[in-house]
């Protein structure tokens, strides 16, 4: 079973940005597919970014393409999501998760096994 510890969040201006990190403990990575969602106050949990287990495929939600990057780097157990061009509406707990047997083709909360305890992030207008 895999533990994964997010971090990287905080509170920036429009604009600006951020790089978030999951590190993940109890299993290597490289045998899950990776996925970060987040969640504003009162919403459902929603779909961000998900890369495969060699990096070479990625899926991203409409709201986040071309801003965000989902990365991972499977020696040193971690994976990333740089957040560029922040918005006011990408205001959210970001949660990192893992699955050892979906595609980045499924978007679903449901769809993910392991679950990080998530981190505030806050972009101020």
């Known amino acids: 079973q895999v533990q994964l510890v997010e971090s990287g969040g905080g509170l920036v201006q429009a604009g600006g940005s951020l790089r978030l990190s999951c590190a993940a403990s109890?299993?290597?990575?490289?045998?899950?597919?990776m996925g970060w969602f987040r969640q504003a106050p009162g919403k459902e949990r929603e779909f961000v970014a998900a890369i495969s287990r060699s990096g070479s495929i990625t899926n991203y939600a409409d709201s986040v393409k071309g801003r965000f990057t989902i990365s991972r780097d499977n020696a040193r157990n971690t994976v990333y999501l740089q957040m560029n061009s922040l918005k006011p509406e990408d205001t959210a707990v970001y949660y990192c998760?893992?699955?050892?047997?979906?595609?980045?083709?499924?978007?679903?909360?449901?769809?993910?096994?392991?679950w990080g305890q998530g981190t505030q992030v806050t972009v101020s207008s």
């Open positions: 109890g299993r290597t990575i490289s045998s899950y597919y």
């Open positions: 998760a893992a699955d050892p047997r979906r595609s980045v083709v499924f978007t679903s909360p449901t769809d993910y096994a392991y």
